[in-house]
């Protein structure tokens, strides 16, 4: 708290206030119309809310990352302006060796730049429609990695087929078969992967099917990720 002043009447005065975000403690820096610094504190996660409940409205600044969006939201219904910022434009105002206060203190010069480009906040709708692209590319990645190591331990024992969606769905009934091609071992192994492929990608298809659902309902379309758009003109 600035000298000379209550904690009550620096409240009062703040004009624009930078919070450096975490998991659980976070850093707020304040300062009044006239740039004079009010306040530098920490604050636990549970108290983030009811300290921005007790300010007047001002202008809060935080660095766009994962749970960026989230307290934009919260700080916001609570009458502040929340703008977001990508982190690598804050930097620039990082003044001393970085931590907690002074990442707070850049925030909060940052977010009064006139020039200061800003990242739009994301609705609950926008970050459950990204979750479901990202949740569909991290399936996909495990997928891929199955059907590697799929495909590598049958080369080991002579069973090669082309590549792509053929050449796996070609291994994949070589381990269904009921013949000699396989030991019982070798079988019961390598239906344990091929159990985890198809699990993996029925989860693919109801997810991408869960995606043309929300694009062709949903308005929000500037903020998909870049490529999701053929999913709804497909």
Not at 83 to 96: C, D, H, Q
Request: charged share 25%; aromatic share 6%; proline share 3%.
């Amino acid at each position: 708290i600035a000298a000379g002043l209550s904690n009550q009447e620096a409240e009062r005065m703040i004009a624009r206030i930078g919070i450096d975000i975490a998991k659980n403690v976070f850093h707020v820096h304040g300062v009044c119309p006239a740039e004079r610094q009010l306040i530098s504190r920490k604050l636990r996660r549970s108290q983030v809310l009811a300290f921005f409940g007790k300010l007047e409205p001002c202008l809060v600044g935080m660095e766009a990352c994962a749970t960026a969006h989230y307290w934009a939201r919260e700080i916001a219904a609570l009458g502040h302006e929340v703008r977001l910022m990508p982190p690598k434009y804050v930097k620039a105002y990082l003044k001393r060796q970085k931590n907690d206060a002074a990442d707070a203190a850049a925030i909060c010069e940052a977010v009064g730049r006139p020039d200061m480009r800003f990242v739009p906040v994301k609705s609950r709708d926008q970050q459950a429609a990204l979750m479901l692209h990202r949740a569909r590319d991290l399936l996909i990645r495990q997928r891929t990695m199955l059907i590697n190591a799929f495909r590598a331990h049958l080369a080991e024992i002579g069973h090669v087929a082309a590549v792509g969606r053929t050449g796996v769905t070609e291994l994949l009934e070589v381990v269904k078969a009921d013949d000699d091609r396989l030991s019982p071992l070798e079988r019961e192994t390598l239906s344990h992967l091929a159990g985890q492929i198809g699990d993996a990608t029925a989860r693919i298809t109801a997810l991408e099917k869960r995606i043309l659902v929300w694009h062709r309902s949903s308005e929000a379309w500037g903020l998909m990720p870049e490529g999701a758009e053929s999913y709804a003109k497909a």
